[in-house]
T-cell receptor
Framework: DAKTTQPTSMDCAEGRAANLPCNHS???????VYWYRQIHSQGPQYIIH???NNETNEMASLIITEDRKSSTLILPHATLRDTAVYYC????????????FGKGTSLLVTP | DSGVTQTPKHLITATGQRVTLRCSPR?????VYWYQQSLDQGLQFLIQ???????AKGNILERFSAQQFPDLHSELNLSSLELGDSALYFC?????????????FGPGTRLTVT
């Protein structure tokens, strides 16, 4: 599975958009980009995933570059409850679609 | 609430002992995954079962084993426990195993080995 690179930490003011970047330059054609988050010691929570096209759901938007080498997760109006570690995961069939969590980005949303 | 349940929530045991962690997947989900989260290793995939059969293996120690039963619940057995096995153990489930369906995680079991 392709490796991902994310910033260690980011801050965001409450009510503003949080843009979390992820690099996955070795991604292959059949691998998906997934985003999960983990609020302190709780079970990870699925946010969104995509293959090539940009995706949006009630939680967030996912923007994938045309060459698929990077992506950005956008939380449009961050709240204090969005403070969490966000994981960008590239996932394919080789590992049975298991999730390979890295270190993620620790997002702190401040009042 | 993800719909995935795990029992027990907390478990404290001594080195050398054996424990069993239980997971009930979301209704209708066929795949179950087990993950371990320790302070120094982060979230690590252990093993996946799909409809009762082992589908993929990750960094699972030989002292650990798992199974998925006909009613699709799963158990993770940890034996000859060591201090380093202290961790959060998460179970996740997904609809299937032949497509990267999103995984839904349970609240975890916190294992403390003393």
């Amino acid at each position: 599975d392709a490796k991902t690179t994310q910033p260690t930490s980011m801050d965001c003011a409450e009510g503003r958009a949080a843009n979390l970047p992820c690099n996955h330059s070795t991604i292959s054609g059949n691998e998906y980009v997934y985003w999960y988050r983990q609020i302190h010691s709780q079970g990870p929570q699925y946010i969104i995933h995509g293959l090539k096209n940009n995706e949006t759901n009630e939680m967030a938007s996912l923007i994938i570059t045309e060459d698929r080498k990077s992506s950005t997760l956008i939380l449009p109006h961050a709240t204090l409850r969005d403070t969490a570690v966000y994981y960008c995961i590239v996932r394919g069939a080789n590992s049975g679609y298991a999730l390979n969590f890295g270190k993620g980005t620790s997002l702190l949303v401040t009042p | 609430d993800s719909g995935v349940t795990q029992t027990p929530k907390h478990l404290i045991t001594a080195t050398g002992q054996r424990v069993t962690l239980r997971c009930s997947p979301r209704s209708g989900d066929l795949s179950v995954y087990w993950y371990q989260q320790s302070l120094d290793q982060g979230l690590q995939f252990l093993i996946q079962y799909y409809n009762g059969e082992e589908r993929a293996k990750g960094n699972i120690l030989e002292r650990f084993s798992a199974q998925q039963f006909p009613d699709l619940h799963s158990e993770l057995n940890l034996s000859s426990l060591e201090l380093g096995d202290s961790a959060l153990y998460f179970c996740a489930s997904s609809a299937g195993g032949l497509y990267p369906y999103e995984q839904y995680f349970g609240p975890g079991t916190r294992l403390t080995v003393t």
